[in-house]
């Protein structure tokens, strides 16, 4: 059996199209989503009975920071420490353009260090815009997919409305992968749920 469920790696957008007003609501609905009952259990009720988590920050070329490193969820406690973590992340990349490539190359050197063997390996990409600088993302996505690796997005749609189509094309990949949307930041906790709940497979909270 595999020591944990998953390996989830959670790669947040903070160029500089992300305002600190929006930034927070970010942090915020995300550790909503993950003190969410129903997520908890799900993180922690797998055959293996714990997850690996971490939370890695990016932004334009060579601004990758791993926030927080492989944590293991395998209680309640475990998850609601980890959300503390993601609700008080700081801002420590520089707020510059949008690298999906440079963040899917930094998740893909996160996964490359997980201390178990989980069951699955997903990338959970949160941005409001297209890749602009760096390399670019889809031969990333293509190798980590080859891999097994689930790369999943949440587009954030106030400022690209076709961003969707962006991911779709560029981003995402790997088994069962997909993209949620949310039409702002206001939205963006709700959409953070049902983005989790779907990799986790449990009823959308």
């Known amino acids: 059996m595999n020591a944990v469920d998953l390996a989830l790696v959670l790669a947040v957008d903070g160029s500089a199209s992300v305002t600190y007003e929006e930034f927070g609501l970010i942090a915020g609905g995300m550790a909503a989503a993950l003190r969410e009952p129903t997520i908890t259990d799900a993180l922690i009720g797998g055959p293996a009975k714990a997850s690996l988590c971490s939370l890695l920050l990016w932004s334009g070329t060579g601004a990758q920071e791993v926030i927080t490193g492989w944590t293991l969820i395998a209680s309640k406690s475990d998850a609601s420490a980890f959300a503390d973590q993601v609700d008080n992340m700081p801002r420590i990349v520089t707020a510059g353009e949008t690298a ?86 206001p939205a963006f906790a709700a959409a953070m749920k049902q983005k989790l709940a779907r990799e986790l497979n449990v009823p959308i909270v």
């Open 100 to 185: 999906i490539g440079e963040a899917l190359l930094a998740s893909l050197t996160l996964l490359s260090h997980i201390p178990d063997t989980p069951a699955r390996q997903v990338v959970n990409v949160i941005g409001d815009g297209r890749s602009n600088s760096g390399i670019a993302p889809g031969p990333v996505r293509d190798r980590m997919a080859e891999a097994g690796i689930t790369i999943n997005g949440l587009c954030i749609l106030h400022e690209e409305p076709d961003l969707l189509a962006s991911y779709t094309r560029e981003v995402i990949g790997g088994p069962d992968a997909f993209a949620v949307t949310c039409q702002d930041y």
